[in-house]
């Protein structure tokens, strides 16, 4: 395995509170010394002078489409789309075809990232059979697999009965894992478009009230604070909800929370464009809950920035509003938009915003080698970046297989140049090496 001398840049690595020019040797895989003016002898020397370095990206929320919808993405093209936008680790949610509710399909997930090679999948396990909300999967085995599984979602759907979020969450205190719930009152929701306000009322589409998420986000947090269990919450999106969790936290529930990009960047107000591109789940809400998201990320309310990557093929997205199905992409935007949006207005500085990507979501799950620190002797799992280079982001140079970008034709700030997995480079110069 090669040396590699990160030479120059600015480490900032949130886990050991480190933010200032250090040089990284990387040497068989793993970090082998930080600190300035390393001796580069015998490594290659990697000029990072002006970029940031940091570690690699964590993703706990990415839709991969495999198996089942091979036609909208993969294990390996979502891997690619995750390595450009900087991330080393990502968690497929379970609702591919079929299903991930039991340990083989977790293990092929796992066995196929591994093989692709250019992130670490750590795929999440559903919480029911079949996600049908009935019974419990089995949980146990899938923890037990070789795909050690730590976190159980139904994600797409929230876990509607009470009780068996009460029993999952019981159950999987005995091996430390999370249960990461979708909130959405479904009962609230038959036939919503959209988020309900002004602009649901001006477009006459049925509306998505912030009550939908709200009450199961207070649901989810009193069976957490009543089992003692770990409770995530997926895409944390409305005031209300932000401050349910705050309120959560300061009476000490074991509670994390994540928040998208698309939720901090995006209103409702884009809807008027009835381009289906602006419809997903939970749906961009209004100007005060983006600020509240974003209030929610500065504080620590929000634990990590997580992009709910949803790719969707063309045919069953590029469909009138109605018929298209909620989902947008992420992996290949996150890191600019949250530079672009919370950096440089000033609502994060760059160390938080680096925390809420790496360390923030690492946290909240079990990860080995992702989110730092970056010390001697950790995987070198890292990612390097330019926070000042503006580009515009364009659909069809995108590495997902699927073109549902939000963000087409805006110009962002902030780009990866390199990211590394275990020391090999899975990006280089922007470019994936496979
Ligand atoms: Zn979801």
Redesign the pocket.
Known sequence: MTRLLLQGGRLVDPASRHDGVADVLVDDGRVAEVGPGLDGTGAEVVDCGGLVVCPGLVDL?VHLREPGREDAETIETGSRAAALGGYTAVCP?PNTDPVADNAGVVEMVAARGREVGLVDVFPVGAVTLGQRGAELAELGAMARSAARVDCF?D???PIREARLLRLALEYTRAFDAVIAD?A?DASLTDGAQMHEGEVSAMLGLAGWPAAAEEMVVARDLLLAELTGGRLHL??VSTGGAVELVRAAKARGVRVTAEAAPHHFALTDEAARSYDPVFKV??PLREKADVEAVRQGLADGTLDAIAT?H?PHAREDKEVEWAAAPPGMLGLETALAVTLTELVEPGYLDLVTAVERLTAGPARCRRLPGHGGPVAPGAAANLAVFDPAAAWTVDRARLASRARNTPFHGRELRGRVVHTLLRGAFAVRDGRATR
């Open positions: 929320h949610m979602s994600d797409g759907l979708h959405q997926c895409h789940n939970p709910d949803a």
